[in-house]
């Protein structure tokens, strides 16, 4: 098993800059490492969408359309932690966000293994 816990929300302004960090525990059989992570959203009355992933060793990443440009999404398997550093953040961002991990490559659906129980982020006009 994969215990995954968010933290960095919290209520900002428009045009803040917010940084996410997902961190990993897990059974000592299992190498975080070794599991591509993303990070998912879900503003209220919406569907779960992936914001960005990342493959086991950083050197692959993807990031969704609206958040392109504005975000980094980066790992420190070391620490078996994920960050996602957000910019010029927008009332559009505001949802919970969750982080997710999977073996193998990421995707842009919700297959994932594991979930974390949330962040909730707020963006104020």
């Known amino acids: 098993q994969v215990q995954l816990v968010e933290s960095g929300g919290g209520l900002v302004q428009a045009g803040d800059s917010l940084k996410l960090t997902c961190a990993a525990s897990s059974d000592t059989s299992i190498i975080f490492g070794t599991y591509s992570v993303a990070w998912f959203r879900q503003a209220p009355g919406k569907e779960r969408e992936i914001v960005a992933a990342?493959?086991?060793?950083?050197?692959?990443?993807y990031y969704a359309d609206s958040v392109k440009g504005r975000s980094t999404i980066s790992r420190t398997n070391a620490k078996d932690t994920v960050y996602l550093q957000m910019s010029s953040l927008n009332t559009d961002d505001t949802g919970v966000y969750y982080c997710a991990a999977k073996r193998g490559l990421y995707v842009s659906g919700p297959d994932y293994d594991y979930w974390g129980q949330g962040t909730q982020v707020t963006v104020s006009s």
């Open positions: 990342i493959n086991w060793s950083g050197l692959s990443t």
